[in-house]
């Protein structure tokens, strides 16, 4: 339960934040909200990776939607020859590693700070 | 222990991120991943939504009225503004919207400022723009402009249309471009679009040959050079007919105290940079309304230029009280080069004359501080450029020596006292005058008349362009315009003493007598790159003009009549070649009796019976082209094994196929080493065994390869292996990079109906459906009908959006 609210504030303040901000809020929002939920180390990783893959994948994939495949074909030709889909997929994947790195970190903060109980 | 985990694990996320965040990082040609794979930052947001178009209002201060901008289905923006200047800020502002980054590239490249953003590699080639003085030649262009209030005044009104989109874009929006690179926009200022107009005059008029002629005619004597380098090809068809008089007196070249050097009795050991591929180029013609079905003018134009995407060009309609004009502008300078309005039609070739002239610097010390001039050591003016390369720490300076003739560009350090400076018609401040070239636009666009026509001609100084015109009441006119410098017999043709005045042009060529035609009695007026005039021309001019494209048009023109705008475009189309048509019979009447088993090979019969068109599926051409190229190579061998050390001449094609058909006894077709002359059927017949042991069979399309180019030469954003026909010598003059990169035909008359096409897309992001969707239909020979509108609206489903300005909300 703990973990499915991270999630949702992680996609949710993470964008929020991303609209303004460079892309490395995503991380950092990760390991924040993981310090503030309190989570395991696991859950944190787990989390943050799927939050932010979720986010990451989820609007590119909006955009690549509206977009008809268009940039994110030329992209994975200049990539290596990689499908649209496959772009998408990338990019979930990238946001969701630092994500997940993120997250991580924030957890192991908890066992150092005086508010760890 | 427990902080060593946390810590470890925060600084693996933080370098990481870090690393993701660095262009270029450790060493790597990788751009910033993070922000450029993260959907609120990177290429994501350059993905743009296919078929949704939202109306948008924009207010600035800058603007004095309202300017109502419709965009048609081919994104091309047709501006409905109440005066000029506020026509220019919203053109500046829709060039910067859909090419900010071709833009900026195209000044960097042009003014040497390339390796600030790309590095060591491009460091050679900005050392190289910065020592021909291309800041230099814009400089003086826009002091020209800055003497007329009302020129200048549209030049800062677009500037401040580029820049005010500059100042909303957020690093999210800058174009993909920027964020594959690593760097910002700039704003944009009127030197930007002077230099952007010398980018064209660096394309168009930098061409020259003075160092290899100059080697040649020592190489091979005065009497070989001039029967292997004729100037005049008889043949032509010069854009001014024959038939015209030259009813004016020839100003007479001033007698001066020290005779002219004619040229430099010794070799050049320079190399000579990189020039503009000869097969730049274009074609334009207008014919009256007594050859065509409507009875009033059509006029057409493609010009030749390098092929690339984003493309050159940009469409736009521009209608205030003054215009109503539509056709293609360039990004980064305001107005329209090529187009029509209510009333006329113009169009552009280049001119190919010889603007550019090299003179042979002494230096009078040994650290080039001071040169001979008249008799004395005159000191040289030093530039220091400043080149900022990505990844030093300092930047390179460069010292440029400006002399009385224009920069020192060729430089030897083996031979410590002499070098070459550069004498450009592009480097001169224009004279006073009430307007210059881009006020030329201004008023063609404005023109109503064949006297507005000439009257706007005026301005123009370089790059000499061929300019066409078509009145709808019946007027055709072509005019070759610009600066042309007045010279003696074949002086520039070689490179030239640079140690005195006596040296130097006479002036310039009057503009009431370039050579110009108003309705000649052929009915039609017409230009492609090829000599100005017959020999008959009171001044002497050279330049390095095209032979076959020109004669095949007029040939053309000549023959055709009740002409429709499809007939029109059908020209514009005819991958014809007469250089086949005249080379063939003279090879093949050349084979020798050795060629017997040759001429019964199935490729050589399908070369006897071929129509000379260069199809794209046809591979009569690719056999034709190594034939040709087998035997012109076997023919000068001599002069090829020179190239490798000293720069010389080759004969031009016309000139070796004169040679076959009319000296095939020449000392020249002696095959290498034997001495013995006459071996002109030898010759032809080795290079056709030698081209069929190249020749794989391959269509013509897939041997040529055209290919259009991104500007950052990035294969994801270009379109590559295109099959599509036509070649250099065709009025379809698609060669590998270059073509037509605007296809216009008007039919003039009460309502203009004009079609047009070129090989990209009005928007310049690959992410936009809109970045090369007329490629496909322009490889095809398809045109589009040009939307003219009267006022912003009434065109229903052709229209996706409409952008309003005004000076506040």
């Given at each position: 339960?703990?973990?499915?609210?991270?999630?949702?504030?992680?996609?949710?303040?993470?964008?929020?934040?991303?609209?303004?901000?460079?892309?490395?809020?995503?991380?950092?929002?990760?390991?924040?909200?993981?310090?503030?939920?309190?989570?395991?180390?696991?859950?944190?990783?787990?989390?943050?990776?799927?939050?932010?893959?979720?986010?990451?994948?989820?609007?590119?994939?909006?955009?690549?939607?509206?977009?008809?495949?268009?940039?994110?074909?030329?992209?994975?030709?200049?990539?290596?020859?990689?499908?649209?889909?496959?772009?998408?997929?990338?990019?979930?994947?990238?946001?969701?590693?630092?994500?997940?790195?993120?997250?991580?970190?924030?957890?192991?903060?908890?066992?150092?700070?005086?508010?760890?109980? | 222990?427990?902080?060593?985990?946390?810590?470890?694990?925060?600084?693996?996320?933080?370098?990481?991120?870090?690393?993701?965040?660095?262009?270029?990082?450790?060493?790597?040609?990788?751009?910033?991943?993070?922000?450029?794979?993260?959907?609120?930052?990177?290429?994501?947001?350059?993905?743009?939504?296919?078929?949704?178009?939202?109306?948008?209002?924009?207010?600035?201060?800058?603007?004095?009225?309202?300017?109502?901008?419709?965009?048609?289905?081919?994104?091309?923006?047709?501006?409905?503004?109440?005066?000029?200047?506020?026509?220019?800020?919203?053109?500046?502002?829709?060039?910067?919207?859909?090419?900010?980054?071709?833009?900026?590239?195209?000044?960097?490249?042009?003014?040497?400022?390339?390796?600030?953003?790309?590095?060591?590699?491009?460091?050679?080639?900005?050392?190289?723009?910065?020592?021909?003085?291309?800041?230099?030649?814009?400089?003086?262009?826009?002091?020209?402009?800055?003497?007329?209030?009302?020129?200048?005044?549209?030049?800062?009104?677009?500037?401040?249309?580029?820049?005010?989109?500059?100042?909303?874009?957020?690093?999210?929006?800058?174009?993909?471009?920027?964020?594959?690179?690593?760097?910002?926009?700039?704003?944009?200022?009127?030197?930007?679009?002077?230099?952007?107009?010398?980018?064209?005059?660096?394309?168009?008029?930098?061409?020259?040959?003075?160092?290899?002629?100059?080697?040649?005619?020592?190489?091979?004597?005065?009497?070989?050079?001039?029967?292997?380098?004729?100037?005049?090809?008889?043949?032509?068809?010069?854009?001014?007919?024959?038939?015209?008089?030259?009813?004016?007196?020839?100003?007479?070249?001033?007698?001066?105290?020290?005779?002219?050097?004619?040229?430099?009795?010794?070799?050049?050991?320079?190399?000579?940079?990189?020039?503009?591929?000869?097969?730049?180029?274009?074609?334009?013609?207008?014919?009256?309304?007594?050859?065509?079905?409507?009875?009033?003018?059509?006029l057409c134009n493609d010009p030749h230029l390098k092929l690339s995407l984003p493309a050159i060009w940009f469409e736009i309609q521009i209608h205030t009280p003054e215009i109503n004009a539509y056709g293609v502008s360039f990004p980064g300078v305001p107005g329209i080069l090529i187009g029509f309005n209510d009333y006329v039609a113009w169009g552009v070739t280049n001119g190919s004359h010889d603007?550019?002239?090299?003179?042979?610097?002494?230096?009078?010390?040994?650290?080039?501080?001071?040169?001979?001039?008249?008799?004395?050591?005159?000191?040289?003016?030093?530039?220091?450029?400043?080149?900022?390369?990505?990844?030093?720490?300092?930047?390179?300076?460069?010292?440029?020596?400006?002399?009385?003739?224009?920069?020192?560009?060729?430089?030897?350090?083996?031979?410590?006292?002499?070098?070459?400076?550069?004498?450009?018609?592009?480097?001169?401040?224009?004279?006073?005058?009430?307007?210059?070239?881009?006020?030329?636009?201004?008023?063609?666009?404005?023109?109503?008349?064949?006297?507005?026509?000439?009257?706007?001609?005026?301005?123009?100084?370089?790059?000499?362009?061929?300019?066409?015109?078509a009145h709808k009441d019946g007027d055709i006119a072509i005019t070759v315009n610009g600066l042309l410098p007045l010279k003696r017999p074949e002086q520039g043709r070689f490179v030239q003493e640079g140690s005195s005045s006596a040296n130097a042009w006479y002036g310039s060529i009057p503009r009431s007598q370039a050579p110009a035609v108003h309705n000649p009695s052929r009915g039609f007026v017409?230009?492609?790159?090829?000599?100005?005039?017959?020999?008959?021309?009171?001044?002497?001019?050279?330049?390095?003009?095209?032979?076959?494209?020109?004669?095949?048009?007029?040939?053309?023109?000549?023959?055709?009549?009740?002409?429709?705008?499809?007939?029109?475009?059908?020209?514009?189309?005819?991958?014809?070649?007469?250089?086949?048509?005249?080379?063939?019979?003279?090879?093949?009447?050349?084979?020798?009796?050795?060629?017997?088993?040759?001429?019964?090979?199935?490729?050589?019969?399908?070369?006897?019976?071929?129509?000379?068109?260069?199809?794209?599926?046809?591979?009569?051409?690719?056999?034709?082209?190594?034939?040709?190229?087998?035997?012109?190579?076997?023919?000068?061998?001599?002069?090829?094994?020179?190239?490798?050390?000293?720069?010389?001449?080759?004969?031009?094609?016309?000139?070796?196929?004169?040679?076959?058909?009319?000296?095939?006894?020449?000392?020249?077709?002696?095959?290498?080493?034997?001495?013995?002359?006459?071996?002109?059927?030898?010759?032809?017949?080795?290079?056709?065994?030698?081209?069929?042991?190249?020749?794989?069979?391959?269509?013509?399309?897939?041997?040529?390869?055209?290919?259009?180019?991104?500007?950052?030469?990035?294969?994801?954003?270009?379109?590559?292996?295109?099959?599509?026909?036509?070649?250099?010598?065709?009025?379809?003059?698609?060669?590998?990079?270059?073509?037509?990169?605007?296809?216009?035909?008007?039919?003039?008359?009460?309502?203009?109906?004009?079609?047009?096409?070129?090989?990209?897309?009005?928007?310049?992001?690959?992410?936009?459906?809109?970045?090369?969707?007329?490629?496909?239909?322009?490889?095809?020979?398809?045109?589009?009908?040009?939307?003219?509108?009267?006022?912003?609206?009434?065109?229903?489903?052709?229209?996706?959006?409409?952008?309003?300005?005004?000076?506040?909300?």
């Amino acid at each position: 339960m703990k973990v499915t609210l991270y999630i949702i504030a992680l996609i949710l303040i993470g964008a929020g934040l991303q609209m303004v901000f460079p892309w490395w809020m995503m991380p950092l929002a990760a390991a924040v909200l993981a310090l503030g939920f309190n989570l395991k180390a696991w859950p944190a990783f787990l989390g943050g990776l799927l939050g932010a893959a979720l986010l990451w994948g989820g609007y590119a994939a909006y955009l690549n939607t509206l977009n008809q495949g268009v940039m994110a074909g030329r992209i994975g030709e200049l990539f290596g020859g990689q499908s649209a889909t496959a772009v998408v997929l990338l990019t979930a994947l990238f946001g969701g590693f630092f994500g997940g790195l993120g997250g991580l970190a924030g957890s192991l903060a908890r066992n150092i700070l005086p508010l760890s109980d | 222990m427990q902080f060593l985990k946390f810590a470890s694990a925060a600084a693996i996320a933080a370098s990481l991120a870090l690393l993701a965040s660095l262009h270029q990082p450790l060493g790597s040609s990788l751009p910033a991943l993070g922000p450029l794979f993260s959907p609120f930052t990177g290429f994501w947001q350059n993905a743009e939504p296919v078929g949704a178009h939202a109306d948008i209002s924009l207010a600035f201060p800058e603007l004095k009225g309202e300017v109502d901008v419709v965009f048609d289905k081919r994104l091309v923006p047709h501006i409905f503004a109440e005066n000029l200047q506020d026509a220019a800020f919203v053109q500046g502002y829709l060039a910067a919207k859909y090419r900010l980054w071709q833009m900026d590239i195209a000044i960097r490249a042009t003014a040497g400022r390339l390796a600030e953003v790309a590095g060591e590699r491009a460091l050679e080639r900005d050392r190289l723009q910065r020592r021909k003085g291309m800041l230099f030649a814009a400089e003086n262009a826009l002091k020209g402009w800055q003497r007329n209030p009302e020129e200048i005044g549209l030049i800062e009104a677009y500037t401040r249309g580029v820049n005010a989109y500059i100042e909303n874009l957020r690093p999210a929006d800058y174009p993909i471009e920027f964020k594959l690179m690593g760097y910002s926009p700039e704003p944009w200022s009127p030197l930007k679009s002077a230099i952007f107009f010398k980018s064209m005059a660096e394309t168009l008029s930098s061409g020259h040959d003075d160092l290899p002629a100059t080697n040649s005619r020592l190489v091979l004597g005065d009497s070989l050079f001039y029967f292997l380098f004729p100037e005049y090809n008889p043949s032509q068809s010069p854009v001014i007919p024959p038939e015209v008089q030259w009813a004016f007196t020839p100003l007479p070249l001033e007698t001066r105290q020290s005779p002219p050097q004619e040229m430099i009795g010794q070799l050049i050991p320079h190399r000579q940079f990189q020039q503009p591929p000869a097969n730049l180029g274009s074609n334009n013609w207008a014919v009256a309304g007594s050859k065509t079905a409507t009875g009033r003018p059509m006029l057409c134009n493609d010009p030749h230029l390098k092929l690339s995407l984003p493309a050159i060009w940009f469409e736009i309609q521009i209608h205030t009280p003054e215009i109503n004009a539509y056709g293609v502008s360039f990004p980064g300078v305001p107005g329209i080069l090529i187009g029509f309005n209510d009333y006329v039609a113009w169009g552009v070739t280049n001119g190919s004359h010889d603007v550019l002239d090299w003179y042979r610097i002494d230096w009078a010390d040994e650290q080039r501080e001071t040169y001979f001039y008249d008799g004395q050591a005159r000191p040289v003016d030093k530039v220091v450029e400043v080149i900022r390369v990505k990844g030093r720490n300092q930047p390179l300076l460069d010292t440029v020596r400006y002399t009385a003739w224009g920069p020192v560009v060729y430089e030897n350090p083996g031979q410590p006292y002499f070098d070459m400076a550069m004498r450009w018609v592009a480097h001169d401040q224009p004279a006073p005058k009430p307007f210059t070239e881009i006020g030329t636009f201004w008023k063609l666009m404005q023109a109503r008349s064949y006297d507005d026509y000439r009257a706007a001609m005026e301005g123009f100084d370089n790059p000499i362009q061929n300019f066409v015109f078509a009145h709808k009441d019946g007027d055709i006119a072509i005019t070759v315009n610009g600066l042309l410098p007045l010279k003696r017999p074949e002086q520039g043709r070689f490179v030239q003493e640079g140690s005195s005045s006596a040296n130097a042009w006479y002036g310039s060529i009057p503009r009431s007598q370039a050579p110009a035609v108003h309705n000649p009695s052929r009915g039609f007026v017409s230009s492609a790159n090829q000599h100005s005039t017959d020999p008959s021309y009171p001044y002497y001019y050279n330049g390095n003009f095209d032979d076959y494209r020109g004669r095949f048009i007029n040939r053309r023109l000549e023959e055709m009549d009740n002409i429709t705008l499809q007939d029109m475009m059908a020209l514009q189309l005819d991958n014809y070649s007469l250089k086949a048509e005249e080379a063939m019979p003279v090879l093949l009447g050349m084979l020798d009796s050795t060629a017997t088993a040759l001429l019964s090979r199935p490729e050589v019969k399908g070369l006897q019976a071929w129509d000379y068109r260069y199809e794209k599926g046809a591979r009569e051409p690719v056999l034709f082209e190594l034939w040709f190229k087998e035997a012109h190579r076997a023919t000068f061998d001599e002069l090829l094994a020179l190239q490798d050390s000293l720069e010389v001449l080759l004969p031009e094609p016309w000139r070796f196929l004169d040679l076959l058909r009319r000296h095939p006894d020449h000392p020249v077709f002696a095959r290498r080493g034997s001495g013995q002359p006459g071996q002109a059927p030898a010759i032809v017949t080795g290079a056709l065994e030698s081209a069929l042991s190249q020749y794989e069979g391959q269509s013509w399309s897939d041997y040529k390869d055209t290919g259009i180019n991104h500007l950052a030469n990035i294969p994801a954003f270009s379109r590559l292996h295109l099959p599509v026909g036509g070649w250099r010598d065709a009025p379809n003059a698609i060669s590998e990079q270059n073509g037509p990169s605007w296809r216009m035909a008007v039919s003039l008359g009460e309502e203009m109906e004009a079609y047009g096409i070129y090989p990209g897309g009005q928007s310049g992001n690959p992410g936009s459906p809109y970045y090369e969707n007329m490629v496909d239909k322009w490889l095809d020979g398809g045109y589009e009908r040009l939307l003219f509108l009267k006022q912003p609206g009434g065109a229903g489903e052709q229209l996706l959006f409409t952008m309003s300005f005004g000076p506040e909300q």
